[in-house]
């Protein structure tokens, strides 16, 4: 009867002291410590995640915000006539952020889109990982980064020569990469690569 009592005690602190080591190591323990960094981040739902594709993310955000900055190369954008309804509008230069206020909003959204293009587990449209571990693809993300920023600066000064000198870094930047990566020889199946 003793040793049986004995043997209940040990497994209660054997189930105990695996509750308290996984407790610990949920909670960022010495345990938790040993793990990989990434696989923390990937459990966190505040990390960096992917839904689209890169097509999908030029299309949605790179694409007409970088046609709000082109428009200025032959427009003031300081003589854009609001919208009837700008609150509802789907002209981001006839908008409730019109004007030069929504080219300083696209060169911003074109800056930290730069981020998007550098996100682990995104795929082109062909399926090819994007090669964001080759040396140049962050070279010519940055590119982009910088040429958004420059976009951003001259939004600011509300200055149309600067404007139109920014777009020509943008239309670079976007060109610099497409050369590269999207329009190649073969076509579709051959972007990414
Ligand atoms: C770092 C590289 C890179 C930069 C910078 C870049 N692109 Fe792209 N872009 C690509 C690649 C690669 C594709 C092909 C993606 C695919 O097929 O999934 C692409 C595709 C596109 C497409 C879709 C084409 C289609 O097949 O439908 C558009 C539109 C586009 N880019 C616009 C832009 C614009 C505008 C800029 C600059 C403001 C830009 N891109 C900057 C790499 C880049």
């Not at 949920?26 to 793990?35: D, I, P, S, T, W």
């Not at 006539?81 to 060169?107: F, H, M, Q, R």
């Not at 951003?152 to 149309?160: D, E, T």
Request: charged letters at 15%; proline letters at 6%; a positive charge.
């Amino acid at each position: 009867m003793r040793f049986r009592n004995l043997a209940f005690a040990l497994l209660v602190c054997a189930v105990a002291a695996t509750v308290f080591v996984g407790y610990t190591e949920a909670q960022g323990g010495a345990g938790a410590a040993a793990q990989p960094k990434t696989q923390t981040a990937a459990k966190s739902s505040a990390a960096a995640q992917v839904d689209g594709n890169l097509a999908q993310v030029m299309r949605g955000i790179l694409f007409p915000n970088a046609n709000v900055i082109f428009f200025t190369q032959s427009n003031n954008p300081a003589d854009v006539k609001p919208a009837s309804d700008p609150s509802s509008s789907t002209d981001p230069l006839t908008g409730a952020y019109g004007g030069w206020n929504a080219v300083e909003n696209s060169a911003i959204a074109i800056t930290e889109a730069a981020n998007l293009l550098t996100i682990p587990g995104r795929v082109c449209s062909n399926g090819r990982p994007v090669p964001i571990n080759n040396p140049d693809w962050g070279k010519l993300v940055q590119g982009l980064r910088d040429a958004g920023r420059v976009a951003y600066k001259a939004a600011q000064s509300k200055n149309q020569d600067k404007v139109v000198d920014a777009a020509d870094a943008v239309t670079t930047a976007c060109q610099s990469c497409h050369d590269k990566y999207r329009d190649k020889p073969g076509g579709v199946a051959n972007r990414c690569m």
